[in-house]
């Protein structure tokens, strides 16, 4: 199973493994107060792609089909999450506000699809 946390959420046992896949550190967060098991920045979108969706620049959907493109890029990546996530629960931890639009919803459905 593949999920999805803010990473304010408090971590609870039924998480199972926690990656923290954003690529900057969340603001305001010490290290040693968030429960995670791994940082993957490299599954986060690209820096220039980020950008590009938080000035509105891009709309969600012009968005996802982005960062879908650089997750076919990380094939080796993508692999080794989809497997955690088939192999036990794998909660994907992010700091956007935005509960709906974001990365981490994206690559979970991405990691859903990608076989193990």
């Keep these: 199973m593949i999920q999805c946390k803010r990473v304010c959420e408090r ?3 039924e998480d199972g493994y926690r990656v923290l896949v954003d690529r900057l550190w969340p603001r305001g967060v010490k290290k040693s107060d968030l429960a995670y ?3 993957c920045k490299d599954i986060a979108p690209s820096t220039e792609l ?3 969706f938080h000035s509105d620049r891009l709309d969600f ?3 996802s089909a982005r960062y879908r ?3 076919d ?3 080796e990546v ?3 999450l989809a497997q955690l996530g088939h192999q036990q629960t794998l909660t994907l931890l992010y700091a956007a506000r935005d509960t709906r639009q974001n990365h981490a919803l994206v690559l979970a459905e ?3 699809k990608t076989a193990p």
Excluded: M, Q, S
Aim: glycine content about 4%; aromatic content about 12%.
């Design 11 to 13: 971590a609870v046992a």
């Design 37 to 39: 098991d791994e940082w």
């Design 50 to 52: 980020r950008k590009a």
């Design 61 to 63: 959907a012009h968005f």
């Design 69 to 71: 493109g650089e997750l």
């Design 73 to 75: 890029e990380r094939p």
């Design 78 to 80: 993508v692999k080794r």
């Design 110 to 112: 991405y990691l859903r």
